[in-house]
């Protein structure tokens, strides 16, 4: 049975509030040098950059009809930070006709480009063939990491729960699940919800009288810092006694989403919360901490006020942490879907309420690129943290344990590299809350890793990004996607060349693979010493080539037949061995490597001495 907190989520997650505004915004001109190319399975659609735009609307339609955007079916914003784009909703042997129009903000979109024409080929049986170019020996760049910085972790009052979900003791699993993260993948801090909810009972009143009580927090923090994490200080939700209407609530655990009574008492809870921090932890470790204020407010599932009412609270929340040190990191949105960011800098730039950094959140697609915006409002030195990311909003949803949204997260990964501070993906473990804990060990939960600590695809992808080499090198790519459909990220250090690669649509239709989108890859080492020797590791679901996949944890809960949950810990370890990444040796003539890729998939080459 649907419990009263999904039935209730599922109503409202998708309704904004308050969109209207007095500002406007920029008139973009439509991208020009708009290409579309036919492919087997695909149309690649590419076009020149636009000065301001922090996104771009793919537009398409039939030879002798309308055009609507392209809907890759992530059930979030359908605009893409970036050119090329693949689309793979298309019937093969279909003329299509395609214009682009550049987004200023996610909620609007400009004028359309010119239109230009494609025809998605028919398989013919003969596998397509991408050819990537590596230059070994070039200067290069530093290779940007934007999973180091951030992991998300629903809330962290879960590191203190004794309770046992599949048979797990809840705090234990969890406080293992952020210390792999740290110490695997080198991840710095954690972003949760609900410090202020009532169960770490931060605040109530007696007598009328505020009473503040961070004994909770304390326990929490420690076991944070204890692990080698910082926190991100979600300034959230609100608590019982505070609250103008504490009837307002989401999720299972009843997250409390109303304006507070009072905004002073607000305001002196943040501050109260701040002073004490710094008392027990040093000013100068607290002035590593990003504070953040609220959680998407621009859904009405997360706040039952106004925006303007969300503004007079950002207003006071950041008045509160600098009364306390100047040099204190404040910031928002905090937002769904990309929301509210303009809003916010159009408001601070009138007030002059400090935006140390925005924060906003997006799903299924690369996260846009609001460094337009900043620039747009004067914030050009606030830095930027997605702090909130994923393949999808959606709870229980079976993509979420499967190897598309490893892949997935690799795309998304190498398309923020450079331009982004942090993108957090959401969350580090299945032990989770939100909608209800989980039913099974393969629910569609929203954790890189499951209940007991198995890690899933999308650890797997991140382990595979934390092997890449600190020089990132330059790539080319020619032939049917090359650039669009497979992509790939090369790297070196002194002794060592890795080159990740990999096979991905934004179409979740094609979640569980796609015979006609699978390439032969040629992979060019232009530079390779000849005496090296290679190993690839490779992240795929079951296919001609991997019959039992690699990195595969739901193929191999299914060849092991286990059911909800395993039933001994034979069975644990069994499954632990089987789902964990295959490396194999690498066969190359002269500097050349060819190998076949299915999509979803992805592969990590590494050459050494």
């Known amino acids: 049975m649907q419990s009263d907190a999904k039935k209730d989520w599922d109503e409202r997650i998708a309704r904004r509030s308050d969109e209207d505004r007095d500002f406007t915004f920029p008139d973009l001109d439509p991208p020009k040098e708009v290409t579309a190319v036919g492919g087997v399975g ?15 609307l793919i537009l398409r339609g039939p030879e002798d009809g309308p055009l609507e955007p392209v809907d890759h079916h992530s059930r979030d914003i359908l605009s893409i930070p970036e050119p090329p784009y693949v689309d793979t909703t298309v019937t093969p042997g279909t003329p299509y006709r395609y214009a682009v129009a550049s987004v200023p903000e996610v909620t609007v979109a400009g004028r359309a ?19 990537i ?10 290779l940007h990491r934007p999973w180091v910085p951030m992991v998300g972790s629903e809330r962290l009052s879960q590191l203190l729960c004794k309770d046992l979900s599949g048979g ?8 293992q699940a952020l210390r792999r993260m740290h110490d695997d993948l080198g991840v ?11 169960d770490t009972r931060v605040y109530t009143e007696r007598d009328g009288q505020p009473v503040y009580d961070f004994t909770v927090v304390d326990a929490i923090y420690d076991k944070v810092l204890a692990i080698g994490l910082r926190p991100v200080v979600e300034l959230g939700f609100m608590p019982r006694d505070l609250a103008s209407d504490p009837g307002k609530t989401v999720f299972e655990y009843g997250a409390i989403i109303s304006p507070p009574k009072s905004y002073d008492r607000w305001a002196a809870l943040v501050r109260e919360l701040v002073e004490h921090l710094i008392e027990r932890y040093g000013l100068d470790e607290v002035l590593g901490w990003d504070f953040e204020v609220w959680n998407e407010a621009n859904l009405e599932v997360f706040w039952s006020g106004t925006k303007a009412e969300w503004m007079r609270l950002y207003d006071v929340t950041a008045a509160a942490v600098k009364s306390v040190d100047q040099r204190l990191a404040v910031g928002g949105p905090s937002s769904a879907a990309a929301g509210w960011v303009d809003d916010l800098l159009a408001h601070a730039a009138a007030n002059g309420s400090p935006v140390d950094f925005v924060s906003t959140h997006t799903y299924g697609s690369p996260p846009l690129d609001v460094r337009a915006s900043l620039e747009r409002h004067g914030f050009g030195e606030a830095r930027v943290l997605w702090t909130e990311w994923g393949v999808t909003p959606t709870h229980f949803n079976p993509i979420s344990d499967s190897v598309f949204s490893g892949v ?3 795309r998304g990964m190498r398309s923020a590299a450079g331009r982004v501070d942090a993108l957090a993906y959401w969350v580090a473990s299945d032990h989770f809350e939100e909608l ?9 939960g929203f954790g890189l890793q499951t209940v007991g600590g198995l890690p899933k695809p999308r650890y797997h992808a991140l382990s595979l990004l ?11 790519f020619t032939g049917d996607g090359g650039g669009s459909l497979v992509e790939a990220w090369a790297s070196r250090d002194e002794d060592r060349v890795a080159v990740l690669v990999w096979n991905l649509t934004l179409d979740q239709t094609k979640a569980d693979g796609a015979p006609e989108l699978a390439r032969r890859i040629q992979l060019d080492l232009a530079g390779l010493d000849p005496d090296w020797q290679g190993r690839a590791t490779y992240l795929t679901m079951p296919a001609e080539a991997w019959p039992d996949g690699s990195g595969d944890l739901v193929a191999a809960a299914t060849a092991l037949g286990i059911g909800d949950w395993p039933e001994s810990d034979e069975q644990w370890a069994a499954l632990a061995e089987r789902a964990e990444l295959v490396t194999t040796a690498v066969t190359r003539t002269g500097s050349t490597v060819e190998l076949t890729l299915p999509m979803p998939a992805a592969v990590l080459l590494e050459f050494t001495p």
């Open 42 to 56: 695909q149309v690649t659609v590419d076009w020149s950059p636009v000065p301001g735009a922090v996104g771009y």
């Open 113 to 131: 480009s010119e239109v230009v024409g494609a025809v998605p080929l028919v398989a013919d049986g003969t596998e397509p063939a991408v050819r």
């Open 133 to 142: 170019a590596v230059d070994t020996v070039a200067d290069g760049i530093e």
């Open 168 to 175: 797990r003791e809840i705090g234990v699993e969890l406080e």
């Open 188 to 198: 710095r801090t954690v972003r949760a919800h609900a410090i202020f909810h009532d």
């Open 408 to 410: 997935f997260l690799l």
């Open 436 to 444: 209800g804990r989980p039913p099974r060990l393969l629910h569609g």
């Open 466 to 476: 934390s092997r890449l080499g600190r020089i990132e090198l330059p790539v080319e």
